[in-house]
């Protein structure tokens, strides 16, 4: 405001944070117009680096420079009207068999499939970013790092990426897996959703059960007194993954000598 009309002036921009500290790291070029009337508008561009700065607030201070000196400022750090704040992004997962969403447990085997489905708000459209997947084993209590990556370019704000994980899965009958996932850009952190009480993040390892019926080639369970024998023991299973290929060794318990005999 008040300016002479035909007169060269220079805007200059600085950058605080909410604690009126300068931020350093900014790209704002500073701005030489003539003014038109003794009232107008001008923007000034400030570039800089939002990324690990989610939810905090950052003020603009703008210099007006006249023949090298300056004649009017607008610093007010409480001012609304010169305050920005940074979006924060939020990710929720939902765990599940790779093969069907619809089920909260997973094969015991050396190459469990996973998928996470990732829901996301506030990203950037057109941003890249990548998703890090990582598996928290409830009964360990151990946090198995970067098991899978997805990188992926947000076409809007509010979406979801679907992680698939394969896992080992073999040493962990009967488990509680939660699936943990942190969103970079570049190799900066931006939001991390790692909770192991969420039942959406939890899946289940799968128990392989046997049961056995042991007959003999008769189908009765009274066998003949004789030095050869043949039992015949029917086993029944669940929860094996289909494909594997598994060995069955079967073992002889004298019930009245109490021990193996094979």
Wanted: proline share 2%.
């Amino acid at each position: 405001e008040n300016l002479v009309p035909g007169e060269k002036y220079t805007l200059k921009a600085e950058l605080f944070d909410s604690k009126g500290n300068k931020v350093k790291d900014i790209d704002a070029q500073d701005v030489t117009f003539t003014a038109e009337a003794e009232n107008g508008v001008v923007p000034v561009n400030i570039k800089f680096d939002t990324r690990g700065q989610a939810g905090k607030s950052f003020t603009v201070v703008e210099y007006l420079i006249y023949n090298k000196a300056e004649i009017a400022r607008h610093y007010d750090l409480t001012s609304e009207d010169q305050t920005v704040t940074v979006k924060t992004p939020t990710i929720k997962t939902a765990a599940s068999a790779a093969d069907d969403t619809t089920l909260k447990s997973v094969d015991c085997g050396t190459s469990a499939g996973i998928l996470d489905r990732v829901s996301y708000t506030n990203l950037k459209d057109g941003q890249t970013y990548t998703l890090v997947a990582s598996v928290y084993d409830k009964t360990t209590k151990v946090w198995v790092d970067n098991v899978a990556t997805k990188e992926f370019k947000a076409d809007s704000k509010v979406g979801y990426v679907d992680v698939n994980l394969t896992f080992d899965t073999s040493d962990k009958r009967g488990h509680e897996l939660v699936i943990g996932e942190t969103l970079y850009i570049d190799d900066v952190a931006i939001v991390t959703h790692k909770d192991v009480a969420d039942k959406d993040q939890t899946v289940n390892v799968q128990a392989p059960e046997i049961k056995t019926v042991a007959t003999g080639t008769d189908g009765e369970h009274i066998v003949d007194c004789t030095d050869d024998l043949t039992i015949q023991d029917t086993v029944s299973y669940k929860n094996l993954v289909v494909g594997n290929t598994y060995v069955m060794i079967a073992g002889l318990y004298d019930a009245t000598a109490k021990e193996w005999i094979g």
